[in-house]
């Protein structure tokens, strides 16, 4: 009997999906919807048929694929135990982003599979929430129903109309967008794609879209964007134009801590003789890295650029200023308050 090699669940639904919404999908089609090449996608196709045995049926009429039974559905039996359990983890890990519309569905298809698993192989759901917790940062407050149409929307490349609200100017205003991309940064997801009001691709915040309405057009995702690429030289959310090299010294109380996590991609480290670190990051913009230079407070020590260095003086200045002044007005009101 063929043996075809076992593809990721994920183009597997994909193709069921395309076949089960008789859309007769050719190899080129879904080469294209996959990211593959023609040559994946046959032996996809091959798995489905003959170890998954799908009734799939080449139509030369229609020049695509489709299901002889209907009725058909797909063996989900070879989920693995360790499958559900990293299933099980990120229905936990959603469940941090407050608003999202995928938990609740999250949750019930896990519990399905969970009662197919195969004999032998037994989890009891109940008993991994006991042990394996997710415990919530900051979550913004999104709103469900402009979240699901921005997920609906790059996952069937429609053009939405949204309203979005900019957090830097107080101000709401309307546009077309194409989105290619929803990611998760930190704490907090964001669209990517082409801004028809900027004409150029940007980033938005989708706690701050207030409304996404289906325009009922398409578009075509560019074949050379990269989301990598997009967000290249940002310390996390924020893009800029710049290109600055730096270097922070870490204090010997917190080397260790700064050591053990990777916090940007062009990271080095270099540990010195009094048990400091120094640490270097090339980006393109210096407003995330300054807020998180003064997290660290006294154990950050700005080498490199002057600008940040500058930037985190002034910061620092300005908070002892605005401190002091809030010293004087409270001095004055218990003077006010002494008075008969």
């Known amino acids: 009997m063929y043996q075809a090699a076992r593809p990721p669940l994920r183009r597997i639904m994909v193709i069921d999906q395309e076949l089960r919404a008789n859309r007769w999908p050719n190899t080129a089609r879904l080469a294209r919807v996959l990211e593959v090449t023609v040559r994946t996608v046959r032996r996809d196709v091959a798995y489905l048929r003959y170890q998954l045995r799908a009734p799939i049926q080449f139509d030369p009429v229609h020049n695509g694929y489709h299901y002889t039974e209907p009725s058909y559905r797909l063996p989900f039996l070879q989920l693995t135990q360790g499958e559900l359990i990293a299933l099980f983890l990120a229905e936990r890990m ?4 407050e608003g999202t519309p995928f938990e609740s569905d999250l949750r019930a298809a896990i ?3 969970g009662t197919m ?14 042990v394996l917790s997710v415990l919530p940062g900051a979550r913004p407050d999104y709103d469900p129903e402009s979240f699901c149409a921005l997920a609906t929307a790059v996952v069937c490349r429609r053009r939405v109309e949204m309203v ?5 100017r107080n101000e709401t205003t309307r546009r077309e967008f194409d989105p290619y991309d929803l990611v998760l940064i930190d ?7 082409y801004c028809f ?3 150029a691709i940007r980033m938005f915040a989708v706690q701050r879209v207030r409304s996404v309405h289906d325009t009922g057009a398409t578009f075509d995702r560019p074949a050379d964007f990269r989301l990598d690429d997009y967000l290249h030289g940002s310390f996390r959310a924020v893009r800029g134009d710049g ?8 204090t010997p109380e917190v080397a260790g801590r700064i050591a053990e996590k990777r916090w940007h991609p062009s990271q080095r480290l270099e540990e010195q003789p009094d048990g400091s670190v120094i640490v270097r990051f090339r980006l393109t913009s210096l407003i995330e890295v300054k807020r998180w230079v003064l997290y660290w407070g006294r154990d950050c020590q700005v080498v490199e650029p002057g600008e940040l260095r500058a930037a985190v003086d002034t910061e620092i200045r300005l908070m002892l200023e605005r ?6 007005g409270n001095a004055k009101k218990s003077q006010n308050r002494g008075r008969p």
Do not use: C, I, N
């Not at 979005?164 to 830097?168: D, F, G, Q, R, V």
């Not at 704490?187 to 794609?193: C, E, F, H, L, P």
């Not at 290109?243 to 870490?250: A, G, N, S, T, Y």
């Not at 401190?323 to 004087?328: K, V």
């Open 164 to 168: 979005y609200w900019t957090a830097e």
């Open 94 to 97: 959603m469940r941090q982003v």
């Open 117 to 130: 698993l195969p004999d032998g192989v037994s989890v009891r759901l109940d008993a991994m929430t006991d």
């Open 111 to 113: 519990e399905k599979l």
């Open 243 to 250: 290109d600055h090299e730096l270097v922070l010294r870490f």
């Open 197 to 199: 009001l900027r004409a």
């Open 323 to 328: 401190s002091a002044a809030m010293r004087r």
């Open 187 to 193: 704490d907090g997801w964001y669209a990517v794609g």
